[in-house]
Nanobody, 114 residues
């Protein structure tokens, strides 16, 4: 399984970005797809994740601003990021947990200027 993320970039505070991540390969059964963010000098942290049956979890810092969704037919997860803040600046990594294994995509940089 490989994960291909896209959609990062530079945006002003208050702006929006949409991240996408597509998983290649045949994925079936229960799984969890999500996004983690790693700011400079900090540990990688969960931003949001969504199960294959649609249950979502968000970090407190993004609740009400970010929305995670997925298209199971396309094995793709999306992260709609609204009302972005400078503290959202990080490298965002797509993640898949399936059959007890963790898969990571290459990070995509999100930079929010003040």
């Amino acid at each position: 399984v490989q994960l291909q993320a896209s959609g990062g970039g530079l945006v002003q505070a208050g702006g929006s970005l949409r991240l996408s991540c597509a998983a290649s390969g045949s994925i079936f059964g229960f799984n969890v797809m999500g996004w983690y963010g790693q700011a400079p000098g900090k540990l990688r942290e969960l931003v949001a994740h969504i199960t294959s049956n649609g249950s979502t979890t968000y970090a407190d810092s993004v609740k009400g601003r970010f929305t995670i969704s997925r298209d199971n037919a396309k094995n793709t997860v999306y992260l709609q990021m609204n009302s972005l803040k400078p503290e959202d600046t990080a490298v965002y990594y797509c993640n898949l947990v399936w059959r007890g294994l963790f898969y990571w995509g290459k990070g995509t940089q999100v930079t929010v200027s003040s």
